[in-house]
């Protein structure tokens, strides 16, 4: 055995004794999942309208706020991107002063107020979540983008060609909420709000006119509403009525919308503008359940839009098994236990576009019960996979698992996040920010290369098999010009071209295939001169690979992974990211923390703290067990 696999062992064995130490006794992990300060500042913001006695946590979460700025008065995304973020500071300005533990003349302050006029104003700060948390709090009015979009779009019938289902089911859960607001003209403020009409030269009174595009939507939806029967007054009462009722029915046992926090603070305002008082008990409950998302991180506190408790299992019982720890140790039986208890049983908005398949998938957070994903679904069917050959109830759930995702193969043939084929273009004309990427759920290159990758490796599946096909088609067809995928949930081409990879090989895809040899040249060109690589977040909102000039763990590994499935034999370069994955794993800087997950391009983005242990050991694991000696 060579130095370098003795390095190998070594590192799997600490990373491996690392995770079992940490396992919580219900058989689950807690790894934070941070999305900068955007919750932070909404929380202190909704809590100080309702007037809440959280002081405790509303100072913690200044204090992290606060820790984040940088020198130039700015808050950012993320460590390279230029010029910083403008939404991003409005909102950490407007929450550290409603806080009361920062003050007009504070340094930090006017440094972020200076910032803030020598980039237009506030005014000019692009995000929707943030014009709707100046809009909802008095500060500016509803922008035209939401006001023109009728509330009574509603009481459209699912039938129709475009309904409130036609958007994806993130979309929706944020859109609803946010006309109620705006239909109604909502603001609430009290005596700690500060005065923003300094930083909001307009106060949104002459804004730019809609777009072609945006209008023709506007156009079609409002087609869609002449058709309903009723008064003008009866039908926006009952589309009020219908948008309470689909927030209500679509809360969680914690009391989130969804399971997202930005989804649930929308609702609280939203249930405020309907007439419920600040006190009432499904308001006390949202506010409960966003407390209940906070997490503690090197002395200081996060709240986490959406905890990732499900998926870090999955994907650590998943990794660990793949490194050779036998399903019969206790970590991975408490794990399988777990996530055996977390299968969800019930129907939700999924079934409006794939009305034939009962419930079995997952989601991604342990209070989610309604709203499962792909991702997750085959995350988990890989931890109990084992399990399903020799135990009949996780062959039961393994059956309902596999055909829960096999039904959501997109008619394009690739695969969707949340639900299939809610892919209507013309949803994207929205003149909201982000609305390309959220308002609709299309294949992606890293859902079908994942859900290729479990069923060739898992499932037994190939390409003899039609869907499969079909799927691989998909990828191929769907390659970019310089051989690599465009990933949607992570940092970003690295993802895709993993998941891309992975997945063609486990479904039998030659790797002489010219798409195969298209990537892995691709991966190698972008490798960098240490050995390992990395992606800077830009290529997300650019939509062309950006190096970040740096190397990171989880886009190393990534990276790595996909050589090592997509090559018979080792290469010089795979020997070269494994010593440099290996050295990332005991360095600790920004690159640790650098957000390799995405959420929306430009808007949110996702430093999952689990990704420094799950994907090297993986990768590390595949190396061993097909290149070792």
Known sequence: MNEMMKQVNREIDRLINKLTASQRQDGSWHFCFENGTIIDAYVILLFRCLERNDEPLIQKLHDRILSQQQPEGCWRLYRDEEGGNLPATVEAYYALLCSGYSKPGDPAIERARAFILSHGGADKAASILTKALLSAT???????????????????????????????????????????????????????????????????DEEEPLPEAHLHLEATLRSGTARLIGSPRSLRAAALDKAERFMLERTEADGS???????????????????YGKDHPVIEKACQGLKDMQFDIGGSTTLQNSPSTVWDTALLAYAMQEAGVPRSE?????????????????????????????????????????NPDVDDTTAALRAISRFAKADNRFQDAWNRGLSWTLSMQNKDGGWPAFEKNTDNRILTWLAIDGAKSAAIDPSAADLSGRTLEFLGNYAKLDTSHLFMRRGADWLIYNQERDGSWYGRWGICYLYGTWAALTGLMAAGVSPEHEAVRKGVKWLLETQNEDGGWGESCRSDAERRYVPLGA?????????????????????SEIDRGVRRLLALLHEDDWTTDYPTGAGLPGVFYIHYHSYRYIWPLLALAHYRRKLGD
Do not use: C
């Open 551 to 571: 190397s990171t763990p989880s886009q190393t590994a990534w990276s790595l992974d996909a050589l090592i499935a997509a090559s018979p034999q080792s290469k």
């Open 330 to 370: 206790p970590v991975i039986q408490k794990a399988a236990a777990y996530l055996l208890g977390k299968q969800h049983t019930r129907k939700g908005d999924w079934v409006k576009h794939n009305p034939n398949a009962e419930p079995g998938g997952w989601g991604f957070s342990a209070t989610n019960t309604r």
């Open 257 to 275: 919308l969804y399971s997202y926090a930005t989804s649930t603070i929308l609702m609280v305002f939203a249930l405020l503008a309907l007439g």
């Open 138 to 204: 008095g500060q500016r009015k509803w922008p035209l983008s939401l006001t023109s979009i009728p509330i009574e779009a509603m009481l459209i019938p699912d039938f129709m060609p475009l309904n409130l289902y036609s958007f994806s089911g993130y979309a929706r859960v944020h859109l609803v909420p946010l006309l109620v607001m705006a239909s109604l003209g909502f603001s609430v403020k009290t005596a700690q709000m500060p005065d923003l009409s300094e930083l909001l030269e307009t106060r949104g």
